[in-house]
C-alpha cells in the first residue's frame, strides 16, 4: 500500500527540526525581546493614567490613591474596570486573566523544580510521578501559610528576603562549586 506523496511530504516536514538558528542574533529572539520591552513600555502608561484619572476623580493626590504591590491589581483596576460600558464582561475577562497568570505561573514552577531535581538526581527519573507529588505536597504546604490571616505581611517579608538575598544565595552557590 503506497503512501500519497503530498500526505508524505507534509509528514517529513511536521518531524524534522530545524536548529541552525544563532540564539543571540536570531530575528525571533529580537521580535521576542522587543515586543516584551514595548508591552512593558504601553503598560507603564496605562497604569500610570488610570491612577491619575482615578486621583482627579477622587480629588485625591496621585500617591493616594494606592500603595504598591496587590492593591494595583485588586483595587485600582476592579474600580477603573466597573466605570467601562459593559463593565461585568471586562470584569470577567480581567479575572479570566489573572486566574491563567496564576495558573501559568504554577505549572512553570513546577516545571522548573521537577526538572532541577530530575537532571539532579538521575536516578529518580524512573520515578517522575513521585517526584512530582512530593513537589506539589511540598509546595501546598509552604503555600498553606498564605491562607491565614497573617498572609500578606508573611508575603512581603518572604518577598523582601528573597529579594535581598538572592544575589548572596546565588553566590554562595557558584563558590560551593
Not at 118 to 126: G, I, K
Not at 141 to 161: D, K, R
Request: with cysteine; glycine share 4%; charged share 10%.
Amino acid at each position: 500500500m503506497a503512501s500519497h506523496p503530498k500526505r508524505q511530504k507534509s509528514c517529513q516536514l511536521l518531524i524534522s527540526n530545524n536548529y541552525v538558528h544563532s540564539c543571540f542574533l536570531n530575528r525571533d529572539s529580537l521580535i521576542v525581546a522587543i515586543s516584551n520591552i514595548l508591552t512593558s513600555f504601553f503598560a507603564g502608561f496605562v497604569i500610570f493614567s488610570v491612577i491619575g484619572f482615578l486621583a482627579h476623580e477622587l480629588q485625591v493626590e496621585v500617591k493616594n490613591v494606592v500603595d504598591q504591590g496587590a492593591g494595583l491589581a485588586f483595587i485600582v483596576y476592579p474600580e477603573v474596570v466597573a466605570r467601562l460600558p459593559v463593565s461585568p464582561l471586562w470584569s470577567l475577562l480581567f479575572f479570566v486573566m489573572l486566574l491563567t497568570l496564576g495558573l501559568d505561573s504554577q505549572f512553570a514552577l513546577m516545571e522548573t523544580v521537577t526538572t532541577a531535581i530530575l537532571d539532579r538526581f538521575p536516578n529518580l527519573r524512573d520515578y517522575k510521578i513521585w517526584v512530582v507529588l512530593i513537589v506539589a505536597v511540598f509546595g501546598y504546604f509552604g503555600g498553606l501559610i498564605f491562607t491565614t490571616n497573617v498572609s500578606y505581611v508573611t508575603f512581603l517579608t518572604v518577598y523582601s528576603l528573597l529579594e535581598c538575598d538572592s544575589s548572596i544565595l546565588i553566590d554562595m552557590y557558584q563558590r560551593s562549586q
